[in-house]
């Protein structure tokens, strides 16, 4: 009996190291990046209303995703801010996507997973404002996550600090969409909102349909999301979501998808500081 039950323990434990060694989902193959049609920057459209997608993101079962605002789904209007009592269009709803043949589908939105949770930290409801657009498999081959011109991600920081350089890429077709536009660089004024937002100033700032763009660090390091228009604290910044905080969030919500890192190098010296 002593012999079977030490058998016992050894055979459970062995299954939990293997269960904790499982392996990370696996990546998939992505279009040469000179090649793609989808790629972080791309247009989104959800039943009319305009953002800019942000970074590519994979999970599991092989499905890949555009991130988006959460905002550009929900339907209170674009004064209403609070993703814990605005109304938001259902997961499922279609999503045009630049350069895609077929509509993506939107798999994920904060703004819905914190009502389903009964979300009432004040600064979450602000500032958790991130979605997941899954890309049709019509599509999947037409998919890299480099970010065009600087490369990258490489990766996920969880903070900026005032003075930091920062870089964006995209620019809305509201404003023309003019490819030289699209690189941005500014430097970070710092976080707030318990980690929550980033207020950042670029050149130039973003603008409404510029929402959801991504944010990189000065090593190509991903950490935010466009999501506001600021006046303080200085006209004219921008309010960047927290993309660790965000996904943190996504997991807790029983959904789980990994950030794509760029298949090019980032190229930081092709953006010079243009501020402080």
């Known amino acids: ?13 062995l299954m939990a190291l293997l269960v904790v060694a499982a392996p ?3 990546e998939p193959t992505w279009a040469p990046a000179g090649e793609a049609d989808i790629r972080p920057g791309n247009m989104t459209f959800t039943e009319g209303g305009q953002c800019t997608s942000n970074f590519v993101f994979f999970d599991a079962d092989d499905n890949i995703y555009i991130g988006q605002a959460a905002h550009c ?7 209403a801010t609070n993703g814990c009592d605005t109304e938001s269009l259902p997961l499922g709803t279609e999503v045009e996507i630049e350069g895609a043949s077929q509509p993506g589908t939107l798999a994920y939105n904060s703004w819905l997973a ?49 003075g930091e350089k920062v870089s964006s890429y995209g620019n809305s077709s509201l404003r023309g969409g003019l490819d030289l ?23 130039t700032p973003g603008i409404p349909g510029d929402s959801g763009s991504g944010f990189i660090d ?10 506001t228009l600021q006046i303080l604290p200085l006209a004219g910044s921008n309010g960047v979501s927290d993309l660790s905080l965000a996904l943190d969030y996504l997991r807790s919500s029983g959904f789980d998808a990994e950030l794509a890192e760029g298949t090019e190098r980032f190229r930081d010296s092709l953006l010079p500081l243009a501020l402080g």
């Not at 909102?193 to 050149?203: C, K, Q």
């Not at 000065?218 to 999501?227: D, I, K, N, V």
Request: net charge negative; aromatic share 4%; proline share 6%.
């Open 1 to 13: 009996m002593h012999l079977r039950t030490r058998a016992a323990i050894l055979g459970t434990a």
């Open 24 to 26: 990370a989902a696996a």
């Open 73 to 79: 789904s929900g339907s209170g209007g674009s004064t």
């Open 114 to 162: 914190m009502q389903e949770a009964g979300e009432t930290n004040d600064d979450t409801c602000q500032f958790n404002d991130f979605a997941l657009v899954q890309i049709d498999p019509a599509d999947v081959d037409k998919v890299n996550p480099t970010i065009p011109v600087l490369g990258g991600p490489t990766g996920i920081d969880e903070t900026t600090t005032p």
């Open 181 to 203: 536009l699209k690189p941005k660089t500014g430097t970070s004024l710092g976080q707030s909102a318990g980690g929550w937002t980033h207020n950042v100033l670029t050149v």
């Open 218 to 227: 000065r090593e190509g390091r991903a950490f935010g999301t466009l999501s």
